[in-house]
C-alpha cells in the first residue's frame, strides 16, 4: 500500500471515530481532543508532501541552470580544463542536490568471468555537454584496454582508482584484437586483427578531490586504488572535437563484456536503490 492510499483509510478511520463521539451523549471534549489531532495530521501529512515535491523540483532545477550555464562556456572548447573553477561550482550544486539522482534512470554494464559493475547515470544531455556519474563496483579489477569519444574531465567524490595509460607499438611483433564501438554504445562481435603489442606508458591514482582530463584518444585501463572503496566519479564530457575512432582491444578475440540481465543495461530495485543510497550518503 503506498503512502496516499494508506493516509486516505487511515483519515476515513479517524473521521469515522469523531462522527461517533460527536454524536454521543458524553465525552465531547473527547470528540474535540481527537478532531484537533486529526487536523494536526492531515496538515502535517500535506505538508511534508509539498515539501517534498517542491524541494525535489527545486533540487532538479538548480542543477538543470547550472548545467546550462556551464555548457555555454564549454559550447567553444573541448578543452574543458580551462573551466576549472565553473565545474567546480557545477560540481557543488550536484552535492547540495544529491537527492536529485532519484529522479534520473541508471544503467550499468558488467562482465562475465569478473566482479566488474559500472553504474552509469546521466545527468544533464545537452548541445555541446552531458553531465554523468559513475559507480564503480567495491574491489574493481582491470578494466579492458579502452579509449573513449568524447575529451572528458572529472573527479572523484569517493574512493580512488589507478588509472594505466598503454600505447599500440605496431613495430612489435605480435596479435591484438581492435572492437569497434558502435553506435548506442555497442561493442562489435567480430574483431579486426592487427599486428603489435600493448606497451605501458604510465600509471596514475585517482584520488578524491582532485579534478582531472582524459583526451579520448589515450588507451587506458582502470582498476580499484589504494583504498578499495567504491568508486563516485562526477563526469563532464564534451561534445566537440570527438574522436571517431573508439574501440576496445584485446589480446584476446573475444570479448567479456555484457549488458544487465534484462538485455538493456537498465538497472531496478533493490540494486538502484542501493547504489543510489551509496551516492547521498558519500556526497553529504
Not at 566488474?116 to 559513475?134: A, E, F, Q, S, W
Not at 548506442?184 to 603489442?197: A, Q
Request: with cysteine; hydrophobic share 35%.
Amino acid at each position: 500500500m503506498n503512502f496516499q492510499s494508506r493516509s486516505q483509510n487511515e483519515s476515513v478511520l479517524f473521521c469515522a471515530y469523531i462522527y461517533q463521539l460527536i454524536n454521543s451523549e458524553h465525552q465531547n471534549a473527547e470528540a474535540y481532543l481527537a478532531y484537533l489531532i486529526i487536523v494536526i495530521w492531515l496538515f502535517k501529512a500535506i505538508n511534508y508532501c509539498y515539501t517534498s515535491l517542491f524541494n525535489k523540483h527545486a533540487s532538479s532545477e538548480a542543477f538543470l541552470k547550472a548545467s546550462k550555464e556551464f555548457e555555454q562556456k564549454a559550447s567553444n572548447t573541448p578543452e574543458l580544463f580551462q573551466l576549472h573553477a565553473e565545474a567546480t561550482k557545477l560540481l557543488n550544486i550536484f552535492k547540495s542536490n544529491s537527492k536529485m539522482v532519484y529522479e534520473h534512470s541508471l544503467h550499468a554494464t558488467k562482465w562475465t568471468g569478473k566482479s566488474n559493475t559500472i553504474y552509469k547515470m546521466i545527468l544533464y544531455d545537452g548541445k555541446y555537454v552531458d553531465i554523468k556519474v559513475h559507480v564503480l563496483s567495491e574491489g574493481m579489477e582491470e578494466t579492458s584496454f579502452h579509449n573513449h569519444t568524447q575529451h572528458m574531465m572529472l573527479c572523484n567524490l569517493a574512493g580512488d582508482y589507478f588509472h594505466t595509460s598503454w600505447n599500440i607499438n605496431y613495430n612489435k611483433p605480435g596479435v591484438l584484437y581492435k572492437f569497434k564501438h558502435e553506435k548506442g554504445g555497442k561493442t562489435s562481435k567480430e574483431p579486426e586483427m592487427i599486428n603489435g603489442t600493448l606497451e605501458y606508458v604510465d600509471t596514475s591514482n585517482y584520488q578524491p578531490g582532485n579534478w582531472r582530463c582524459l583526451n579520448p584518444s589515450t588507451i587506458h585501463t582502470i582498476k580499484a586504488g589504494v583504498t578499495n572503496e567504491r568508486v563516485i566519479s562526477f563526469i563532464i564530457r564534451s561534445k566537440l572535437d570527438q574522436n571517431k575512432d573508439r574501440f576496445i582491444v584485446s589480446k584476446q578475440p573475444k570479448l567479456d563484456i555484457k549488458p544487465d540481465a534484462d538485455g538493456t543495461g537498465n538497472v531496478f530495485g533493490d540494486e538502484r536503490i542501493g547504489v543510489l543510497k551509496y551516492i547521498v550518503s558519500a556526497v553529504q
